[in-house]
Nanobody, 114 residues
Framework: QVQMVESGGGLVQAGGSLRLSCAASGIAFSLNGMGWYRQAPGKQRELVASITSAGRTNYADSVKGRFTISRDNAKNTVYLQMNSLKPEDTAVYYC????????WGQGTQVTVSS
């Protein structure tokens, strides 16, 4: 059974930091690229950051230099370190596995106050 469980969200002031975690189960985690997505109210879900099975990373322009994606294959977990948060980062954040695109978790809410 494929499952993604996101955690680590919360309410933070602008300029603050949060670290999101996503524990994946039911997949060959080390063989999969992973991505963090977000969806703000009234907007489409967008890709924020991704990491390949080999550890190569890619970021949306809006978060470059502020967010860092990483993975721990021993723990089947992908992380998103978010620094210098802005109000426009407010959204529900989700993780997803490249070869299991239809499986989404419940997401974790990130709210950044100005």
């Amino acid at each position: 059974q494929v499952q993604m469980v996101e955690s680590g969200g919360g309410l933070v002031q602008a300029g603050g930091s949060l670290r999101l975690s996503c524990a994946a189960s039911g997949i060959a985690f080390s063989l999969n690229g992973m991505g963090w997505y977000r969806q703000a109210p009234g907007k489409q879900r967008e890709l924020v950051a991704s990491i390949t099975s080999a550890g190569r990373t890619n970021y949306a322009d809006s978060v470059k230099g502020r967010f860092t994606i990483s993975r721990d294959n021993a723990k089947n977990t992908v992380y998103l370190q978010m620094n210098s948060l802005k109000p426009e980062d407010t959204a529900v954040y989700y993780c997803n596995a490249a070869n299991y695109a239809r499986f989404w978790g419940q997401g974790t809410q990130v709210t950044v106050s100005s």
